[in-house]
């Protein structure tokens, strides 16, 4: 976690999810403040991570406690 502990990374997104999922699939645990899917600058192929920023570091924590134990996963 980063920006006063309200970043979370999020590691393993498979590459045919949409961003719109990933962030209604976060936003589950609080409002997402911002999302950032990462791409490879030179190919913009998916690097299968992301940064999502919550309003609050209590939010933050909610989605590590939620989350950690899986990979992404549509049905959490």
Known sequence: ???GGRVVF????PYDVKEEQLV????????????RLMHDPGTNKRRGYAFC????????QSAIR??????YDMTC
């Open 1 to 3: 976690m980063t920006s």
């Open 10 to 13: 999020i590691g393993n997104i």
């Open 24 to 35: 209604e699939h976060f936003a589950r645990v609080g409002p997402v403040v911002s999302f």
């Open 53 to 60: 920023e919550y309003r609050d570091p209590e939010t933050a």
């Open 66 to 71: 939620n989350y950690m134990q899986n990979s």
